[in-house]
């Protein structure tokens, strides 16, 4: 079984083709990094004029990689949610068009979900596991029990880690992409308790019931901290310092919240036949401290700890493609009438919270 792969949710063009044994036979991805850089961020309008440009040829050279005819496919499946709406459209449009033309199952595909799905291509983990889902749009706590079935426990209730990431990258006058920037900034720290010493950061939400999240707050203290420096340009010691300090805080955040889940996970799910699995997935899951912080807490329970491949965190096609083989054993196939859509919770049944929780 053989699945097309199209993504275009956001500001990467992607294209792939998998097969059902877990083979990556093609993954193409163009970024848009150099489009958006002079903004600073992602402009939905330059995001899809690019998707408009590029697809045609990524779509083509994924086929060509896998030594691949159009009518040798299994299936198509293309992002349909949730995202920048004029990227999702386009790339629906030509899984639709494609799927149509071969006479071939469609696949609508939730982003969530294939982000989720991804440590089921690389690891061949079984249901269900924790999932922390962490990128630019969304920072949730689920279970996933299985192709479909979700149980969200906890999600952020204003800004998502990714967001908060790139926009205090931002303030310490750190390029875009913000977060991989501030990794390295923070690798150039020279004196690490001293930095955690001058820049103390908040850690909101920290030894409250639950698995929301709050990232607003330290933002606002990113600023303020910054705002406190002597005028002028920053110095790279202080960028190093305070870059540092907030990685640091990142972590132990995420580490608060997260062993809340994983005691619910181990109460709820005690006869699972596999040994208990937290899996961290989404673009932030690039993050080494992150990762690292994540393994040592699922160390200490007694759980594995899964994260993709670098390449397979930030989006792509192949986590697409992925999603629709999934979906295809199950026969979960969908018409080509299916709208597009800018929001689509994986759990649709969860209660909502306040803020942007409402999202969720």
């Known amino acids: 079984m053989k699945v097309l792969g199209i993504e275009t949710s956001c500001d990467e063009t992607a294209a792939a083709v998998v097969s059902d044994d877990g083979t990556i036979l093609s993954n193409l991805v163009l970024s848009q990094l150099e489009e958006h850089k002079a903004f600073g961020g992602v402009v939905p309008e330059i995001a899809s ?51 149509a033309t071969h006479n071939l199952p469609f696949l609508a595909i939730n982003h969530l979900e294939a982000h989720a799905l991804t440590p089921r291509l690389t690891n061949q983990v079984s249901f269900p596991y924790l999932t922390l889902l962490v990128s630019g749009g969304h920072t949730q706590l689920l279970v996933a029990e299985d192709v479909g079935v979700y149980r969200r426990w906890g999600t952020t209730i204003d800004d998502a880690l990714g967001e908060c990431f790139d926009k205090s990258a931002k303030l310490m006058g750190l390029p875009y992409p913000g977060g991989p920037n501030l990794e390295k900034m923070a690798q150039d720290c020279k004196n690490p308790n001293e930095a955690i010493k001058r820049f103390p950061l908040p850690t909101p939400l920290k030894g409250r019931k639950g698995c929301d999240f709050s990232f607003s707050g330290l933002k606002t203290a990113v600023r ?11 110095k790279p010691d202080d960028i190093a310092d305070l ?27 005690p006869h699972s036949a596999n040994k208990p699995t937290l899996i961290v997935c989404g673009g932030v899951a690039a993050n080494k401290h992150v990762c690292n912080v994540l393994r040592g807490l699922t160390s200490e329970r007694n759980m594995d700890f899964i994260a993709p491949p670098v390449n397979l965190c930030s989006d792509n096609g192949a986590m697409i493609a992925w999603a629709g083989i999934e979906r295809l054993k199950q026969n979960m196939t969908d018409p080509l009438t299916i709208a597009a859509r800018p929001r689509w919770p994986l759990d649709p049944d969860a209660e909502k919270r306040p803020g942007g929780g409402v999202k969720a």
């Open 49 to 99: 004029r690019a998707h408009l440009d590029h697809l045609d040829r990524l779509i083509k050279g994924a086929m060509e990689e896998a030594n691949l005819n159009f009518n040798e496919l299994d299936g198509v499946a293309a992002t349909c949610g949730p995202g920048l709406i004029g990227g999702v459209m386009i790339g629906m449009m030509a899984g639709k068009t494609i799927a």
């Open 224 to 234: 303020n901290t910054i705002e406190k420096l002597p005028e002028g340009d920053l």
């Open 243 to 269: 870059a540092y300090s907030f990685q640091i805080t990142i972590g132990n955040i995420l580490k608060d919240r997260t062993q809340n889940a994983i005691s619910q996970f181990l109460e709820t799910y």
